[in-house]
């Protein structure tokens, strides 16, 4: 059986970190964003499942060999998991390992779940000064995401927050520990770049632009500007995508990230 950590517990895993530990699961565990943790032990855990709400996937953490660990493993996410999954109205279950010595373990437990994998690509930013971006169209102004925008009627602030209150444990939190910046174009908010996961070492971004504001170099712009404020904080800016698409590697590698590690992410639907 696994057993629920609470939030004021989530350090106990931190033993588990590694350097290629994805950066979504650290945040959670810091407390810095949503999320739950399962361990085999609440005193003594070996081995950890971390559910990050941004990302509405898995983490496994630490000793992948640990038996009492891969034995729970399976029937706590179907029992006690799924039913949570699906009341939030998701469709597929995503798992994947922060050391690669997950991925047979994960392969062999879930042999029955028809399991499909892809490879995700992590990128950090690592030069000192920020990229330089083209300047957006004179009818776009580009300006911070504060409470008085997330207040307003600007069409798309709805979806905005929705994805706020998806990334962060509320709207007034991320005001208070994120930053996002926008182009506006008269009463809508056209593109947003935002902080999606902190550490105390990393922030992780995330960018979307409406219809149809796209190819017009909006995104870069508030990137770059992202990208400044990370670095005026002294951390180092992540991203994370899938190797097959190839819109969002281009983006980052245009903006000057660099590949660090890629992992194998692993989905089943939750119907199987």
């Known amino acids: ?20 530990t994805n950066l979504e699961a650290q945040a959670v565990i810091a407390g810095n964003n949503p999320g739950w943790v399962f361990v085999d032990d609440v005193d003594y855990p070996l081995s950890a499942l971390v559910w990050s709400q941004g990302i509405a996937g898995f983490y496994l953490m630490g000793d992948e060999a640990n038996h009492a660990f891969n034995t729970a493993l ?16 998701y469709t597929h279950c995503e798992i994947s390992g922060t050391h690669k010595k997950w991925d047979p373990t994960i392969r062999q437990l879930f042999a029955d779940k028809n399991v499909r994998s892809w490879v995700q690509r992590v990128y950090t930013y690592t030069h ?5 971006a083209k300047p957006v169209p004179k009818d776009f102004a580009i300006v911070p995401l504060d409470k008085k925008l997330l207040s307003s009627s600007c069409e798309n602030v709805a979806y ?6 998806k990334f962060w444990h509320s709207v007034r939190v991320f005001t208070h520990d994120g930053f ?11 593109s947003i770049c935002y902080l999606s996961f902190r550490t105390d070492k990393g922030f992780a ?4 632009t409406f219809e149809p504001y796209r190819n017009r170099g909006l995104a870069q712009a508030l990137a ?18 899938t190797d097959t698409n190839i819109g969002s590697l281009k983006f980052a590698e245009g903006l000057g990230f660099k590949k660090q590690w890629e992992y194998n992410c692993y989905g089943y639907r939750l119907d199987v």
């Open 1 to 20: 059986m696994l057993h629920e950590l609470s939030k004021r517990n989530f350090l106990r895993i931190a033993p588990m970190i590694e350097k290629h």
């Open 74 to 89: 399976v029937p706590f996410i179907e029992d006690a998991l799924t039913p949570l999954m699906k009341q939030r109205e």
């Open 128 to 132: 000192k000064v920020p990229p330089n």
């Open 160 to 165: 905005v927050v929705e994805e706020i209150e």
């Open 180 to 190: 996002a910046y926008c182009a506006v174009k008269g009463n809508t908010i056209a």
């Open 205 to 208: 971004l995330g960018v979307e």
């Open 224 to 241: 770059a500007k992202c990208v400044a404020q990370t670095l005026q904080e002294k951390a180092v800016p992540y991203w994370d995508c």
